[in-house]
C-alpha cells in the first residue's frame, strides 16, 4: 500500500455546513472517499491510500486541479482508493465537495 | 452524519441491484431516519487487509444503524456487495453482531439484514467463519425474543456461503429476480464438482437454480419484489407484520416441510423439474415472467407459502 498526503491552502472556504459525506465504494476501479469539515476554513488536506504504487505524480495533479476548481477550505479529504483512474478520482471527488455543500 | 449525506435518489426509481448498501439503507427508511452506528468517520476497518496489501473501507464493508420504518423503530444491517464481494471479514461480523444483540436492548419492532455477500472473507477467514456463527447465534436470541429478523436479498454479490446460512436462520426473507440465495457458489461447485456437474457460466442455469424465482416458488423466500427499494420496503414492512413465532412448533414445521421437500424433488436433474413437479403449467416460461405474473403462478403453487421457518 501507498500512503500519499497533500496539503493545501485555498482561497475560500467551502460553501455549506454539512459536517461529512461519503462518496464511492472500495472496489476495482473505483474508489471511496470520505469527507470532513474539521480543518481551518483555508486549509484543505487530502490522504490517500493506494495500493497501486508509483502514481503518486498522477494523484499530486488530480488534486491540485479539484482544490483549484472547488476551493475545498476546511475539509480533511480521506481516500480509499481500489485501483479507480484518474478521470474517476476527479468526478468522485467533485461529486463529494457536492455533498458538503448541501 | 456520514451515511444521512450520501447520494440518494427516489425509492421508486431506485435499483436494489445498482445501489450501494448506503443508498438502500437511506432510501428504505423513513426519510431522514437512519441513525449510522459506528459511521465511516469512526475508521473502522480491517486490520487484517493491510498484510495483504489490500485496500480497506471505513466501514469494512457494511452498514449499520437504527432507522424508522413506517414510524416504527428498526435496526438495519447492509452488506455493501462491492467492496470485497461484501465478505464477512472480523470487524464486519463484529458490526452485524452487534447490532443484532443491541436488539435485545433496543427491543425494535424488527432487525433488517440487507444481504450482499459472498460469504467469508478469505484473508481473515477464521475470524468471518466465527463472525457467521455468532450471528446465527444472535438471530435465534433475537428471535426467541420475540423480535422478527428479515433478509432482504437483491444484490449482486447475492447471498452465498455464511451468508446463506444466515440468511436461513432469519424469521423471514424477500428476494428479488436478480438476487440469489445458496451456499456454495456457481463457481465453486464447478471447482469441486466439474463443468459437467454445473457449469458456472450458465447465467440461466445459475438463477434457475439459485435465483429469486426458484428460492420463492420452493418457499426458501417469502416474498417475491420487483428491483426497487421501493418494492424491497414494502415486502420487509407486510413481512414483519406476518412473520412467525419462534418456537418449538415452527421448528418442527420447518424440519417437516424441509423433509418433504426433499422427499419430493430430490431426484430432480433441474429447476424446472421442480417447477413442473409444483403444478407449474410451464415451467420453461417461468424465468421470462414478469413480477405480477410470476406473482399469479406463485399463488397457484402451495409450497409456496408456509407457516415454518
New interface residues.
Given amino acids: 500500500m501507498e500512503s500519499l498526503t497533500f496539503r493545501h491552502t485555498t482561497k475560500k472556504p467551502l460553501p455549506g455546513s454539512v459536517p461529512n459525506a461519503i462518496t464511492g465504494v472500495v472496489a476495482s476501479g473505483n474508489l471511496e472517499i470520505l469527507l470532513e469539515r474539521v480543518l481551518p476554513p483555508d486549509a484543505c488536506e487530502v490522504a490517500i491510500e493506494t495500493p497501486i504504487a508509483g502514481y503518486g505524480a498522477v494523484w499530486e495533479a488530480v488534486v491540485a486541479d479539484f482544490v483549484a476548481r472547488a476551493q475545498p477550505g476546511g475539509l480533511r479529504i480521506s481516500i480509499n482508493d481500489g485501483g479507480a483512474r484518474p478521470d474517476t478520482v476527479s468526478l468522485r471527488l467533485l461529486q463529494g465537495a457536492r455533498l458538503m455543500e448541501a | 452524519?456520514?451515511?444521512a449525506?450520501?447520494?440518494s435518489t427516489d425509492p421508486d426509481a431506485l435499483s436494489w441491484y445498482e445501489a450501494?448498501a448506503?443508498q438502500r439503507v437511506v432510501a428504505l427508511a423513513d426519510p431522514g431516519s437512519f441513525r449510522e452506528f459506528l459511521?465511516?468517520?469512526e475508521r473502522r476497518m480491517s486490520p487484517h487487509l493491510?498484510l495483504f496489501?489490500?485496500?480497506?473501507?471505513?466501514d469494512d464493508g457494511i452498514v449499520v444503524g437504527r432507522a424508522k420504518l413506517d414510524g416504527k423503530t428498526v435496526l438495519v444491517a447492509a452488506q455493501?456487495g462491492?467492496?470485497m464481494g461484501g465478505a464477512f471479514g472480523e470487524i464486519h461480523g463484529a458490526k452485524l453482531v452487534g447490532l443484532l444483540r443491541a436488539a435485545l436492548t433496543l427491543k425494535p419492532a424488527a432487525a433488517l439484514i440487507l444481504f450482499d455477500t459472498g460469504g467469508v472473507r478469505l484473508q481473515e477467514a477464521n475470524a468471518g467463519e466465527t463472525a457467521i456463527a455468532e450471528t446465527m447465534r444472535a438471530i435465534v436470541d433475537v428471535r426467541a425474543a420475540g423480535i422478527p429478523v428479515i433478509g432482504l436479498i437483491g444484490g449482486r454479490a447475492g447471498c452465498y456461503g455464511g451468508g446463506g446460512l444466515i440468511a436461513g436462520t432469519c424469521s423471514r426473507l424477500a428476494v428479488s429476480e436478480g438476487g440469489r440465495i445458496s451456499v456454495s457458489g456457481p463457481e465453486v461447485i464447478e471447482t469441486n464438482k466439474g463443468a459437467e456437474e454445473f457449469d458456472s457460466r450458465d447465467r440461466a442455469l445459475v438463477w434457475r437454480t439459485m435465483g429469486g424465482k426458484h428460492r420463492r416458488l420452493i418457499g426458501g423466500a417469502d416474498a417475491f419484489c420487483a428491483d426497487s427499494v421501493s418494492a424491497f420496503r414494502e415486502a420487509a414492512l407486510d413481512l414483519i407484520g406476518r412473520a412467525p413465532a419462534f418456537d418449538l412448533a415452527t421448528l418442527e414445521a420447518e424440519q417437516a416441510r424441509l423433509e418433504s421437500r426433499l422427499a419430493r424433488f430430490g431426484d430432480c436433474r433441474d429447476a424446472t423439474d421442480v417447477w413442473a413437479r409444483l403444478g407449474v403449467n410451464d415451467p420453461d416460461a417461468v424465468p421470462a415472467m414478469d413480477t405480477r405474473a410470476f406473482d399469479e403462478t406463485v399463488a397457484r403453487v402451495r409450497e409456496a407459502d408456509h407457516d415454518a421457518r
Avoid: N
Avoid at chain 2, 53 to 58: I, Q, T, V, Y
Fill in positions: 452524519m456520514a451515511g449525506h450520501a447520494a450501494t448506503r459511521p465511516p468517520t493491510p496489501d489490500l485496500p480497506r473501507a471505513f455493501e462491492r467492496f
